[in-house]
């Protein structure tokens, strides 16, 4: 098993960056691919990024490809979403998943793994 622990959530202005934070606890960080989804208000979670576990393989959804980066350090046992050029539509709960089975994968049924999440404001 694995405990997930997001960080790095804020208000900031459009046109800003922040970098979110994802703490994962156990030996076996480096087997997991892990990923961040959102929920912005009213609306269903929605994948954002992932990246497999050895970090040779990543995936972005297009409202963000370009502007959001994906990296994980297995040493410390984190996974990071570096954010630029954030827009109002970027608002929301962001969370950090995980899985050992999936490789990489837009699915929100295919990680067993999450966080608490961290809100991310983006105001205009």
């Known amino acids: 098993q694995v405990q997930l622990v997001e960080s790095g959530g804020g208000l900031v202005q459009a046109g800003g960056s922040l970098r979110l934070s994802c703490a994962a606890s156990?030996?076996?960080?480096?087997?997991?691919?892990m990923a961040w989804f959102r929920q912005g208000p009213g609306k269903e979670r929605e994948f954002v990024a992932a990246?497999?576990?050895?970090?040779?393989?990543?995936l972005y959804a297009d409202s963000v490809k370009g502007r959001f980066t994906i990296s994980r350090d297995n040493a410390k046992n984190t996974v990071y979403l570096q954010m630029n050029n954030l827009k109002p539509e970027d608002t929301g709960v962001y969370y950090c998943?995980?899985?050992?089975?999936?490789?990489?994968?837009?699915?929100?049924?295919?990680?067993?793994?999450w966080g608490q999440g961290t809100q991310v404001t983006v105001s205009s």
């Open positions: 998943a995980a899985d050992r089975k999936v490789f990489v994968s837009r699915g929100r049924s295919e990680y067993d793994y």
């Open positions: 156990g030996r076996t960080f480096s087997s997991y691919t």
């Open positions: 990246k497999n576990w050895s970090g040779g393989w990543t």
